[in-house]
């Protein structure tokens, strides 16, 4: 039993022995020294023009959506169109039952015609008794009898010339036409259906698709140099999708929102597009590009030699002497995979853009080929 428990107590020290040799011996590189430096790949640091780009995500809107509902009661007589359509302004779309506004037209025709001849006598008689007077053989209350019943005639006549273009407004009305062009959808007045002005539901909505807006917002940062971009002229807008590989659609800055989210801190934006091709969509989404002009000196170098730390971000830089050291540095934006730095470099400064995984600050470098270059 005794020698059992020594042969155990041997073995797990052997193993502890050579768990700690696998461990330090072969998971952890040898430290690199002066006699070894380390391979790199570096790149110079140097001006050259760069655009200035804001990206955001954004949502298509419609600019305008009318939902078309009935401004008189009647029947559905007749639809004119399909759904999915395109419709241009002023188009015929629905025509509803318009006889009995048509029989109070006729009436109201009838009466126009019967108080005007009441008003024709009524202001013969003013006439007359008008004359009486002055000769003497007519009183006044005569006389103003007669300008009562003829000021209450010509209140007749105009009351039926009202009603006659009531009428007519309520037979225009019974013609439904497209307020604005755009693209019909879901037709919910069907043929025979009685269509009244309160109904939730609308006979149709159209959605109107050229131009179209898309709206987006952006860190209140940009603000400043967005609306001095804007003062020297129109801003160009671009977007694309992941869903449509194809669109690359260019429009033009129109909005920029009254007040900034504080719960955000965003400020809202809208781009118009002509949208001719109808390739955007309301509700889409897309990837937005704003562009803001040119930076004919922008200092920049590769995005993958820019490297984030606890203290921010940083660049490692190769120094006369092939030496490596940390940089601490200010990016202001990446535009396609390179880096716009504001502050921490100056022309001429090389930059490590391979290899710093291995790097520590004072230690020997060897610059290598780019195996992108190979």
């Known amino acids: ?96 039952d318009a006889r009995t506004a048509e029989a109070n037209k006729r009436q109201a025709e009838a009466n126009l015609a019967r108080d005007k001849a009441s008003l024709d006598r009524a202001q013969a008689d003013l006439a007359r008794y008008q004359e009486l007077l002055k000769a003497g053989t007519a009183t006044k209350q005569k006389v103003e009898q007669a300008l ?43 043929l025979g259906s009685l269509a009244k002005p309160g109904d939730s539901q609308a006979m149709v909505t159209i959605t109107q698709l050229r131009p179209i807006n898309v709206a987006f917002s952006v860190a209140e940062s940009n603000l400043p140099r967005i609306r ?73 170098v590769p995005a993958e030699a820019v490297q984030t730390g606890q203290s921010g971000t940083f660049v490692f830089v190769v120094d006369e002497a092939s030496k490596a050291d940390i940089r601490p540095v200010t990016l202001d934006r990446v535009v396609d995979g390179t880096a716009v730095i504001a502050k921490g470099l100056k022309p001429g400064d090389k930059v490590v853009t391979q290899g710093q995984m291995r790097l520590a600050p004072g230690l020997k470098v060897t610059e290598a080929q780019s195996q992108a270059t190979k």
Request: proline share 7%.
């Open 1 to 96: 039993m005794k020698t059992s428990r020594t042969s155990l107590i041997a073995l797990s020290l052997a193993v502890i022995a050579g768990a700690g040799w696998y461990f330090s011996g072969v998971k952890t590189p040898p430290p690199p020294t002066e006699n070894r430096p380390v391979p790199v790949v570096a790149v110079t640091a140097a001006p050259r023009p760069m655009p200035i780009r804001v990206e955001a995500v954004g949502n298509v809107q419609a600019v305008a959506m009318v939902p078309v509902r009935p401004r008189v009661e009647g029947e559905v007589l007749q639809v004119h169109i399909n759904e999915g359509q395109e419709v241009t302004q002023g188009q015929i779309l629905f025509t509803l």
């Open 148 to 190: 009562a019943d003829a000021a209450q005639a010509q209140a007749a006549v105009k009351s039926d010339l009202a009603a006659i273009d009531n009428a007519k407004l309520t037979i225009g009305y019974a013609t439904i036409k497209a307020l604005v062009p755009g693209r019909t959808g879901v037709i919910n007045a069907k």
């Open 228 to 300: 001095a971009a804007m003062a020297t002229g129109p801003l160009a807008v671009t977007v694309t999708s992941a869903s449509d590989p194809g669109l690359n659609a260019v429009g033009t800055l129109s909005f920029i929102d009254s007040a900034i989210d504080t719960a955000t801190g965003t400020i809202g934006l809208k781009a118009s597009f002509d949208n001719d091709d109808t390739r955007l969509w309301p509700g889409q989404f897309v990837n937005v590009t704003l562009t803001l002009g040119t930076e004919e000196q922008a200092l920049t």
